[in-house]
């Protein structure tokens, strides 16, 4: 089976929305496929929680079947979302300085593509 790692950086909404298009797809494909999201990015985790966005279901779909594996929590302290980020119960990655490192994924195999 196909590993693949998102890494989202930008902060466009349509840029993440295309991330979690082919998170969901892949994943329809039986990919083992897993989403994080870093850098600008998270500045959209907490307008992305509410259910009137535009990209709330795409969204909440990727939660509820537990593809986003964890959020960058120096880039959410710096986006202001690092509360939203904690309430939410969402996983703070921070191996790097902070940061999510890509390197144990590749170890255990993830292709990573970033957007």
Aim: charged share 20%.
């Amino acid at each position: 089976m196909e590993k693949v790692m998102f890494f989202a950086f930008q902060g466009e909404p349509v840029c993440f929305a295309h991330a979690m298009m082919n998170v969901l797809e892949m994943h329809s494909r039986g990919f083992e496929v897993k989403l994080i999201i870093e850098g600008k990015a998270t500045a959209l985790v907490e307008d992305l929680a509410r259910e009137d966005h535009p990209q709330h279901a795409p969204y909440q779909k990727i939660l509820d079947l537990g593809l986003l594996e964890g959020v960058c929590q120096a880039c959410c302290h710096q986006m202001g979302t690092l509360d939203f980020a904690r309430e939410a119960g969402l996983t703070l990655l921070s191996d790097m300085n902070g940061h999510p490192a890509m390197g144990p994924y590749i170890e255990k195999g993830f292709r990573i593509l970033t957007l």
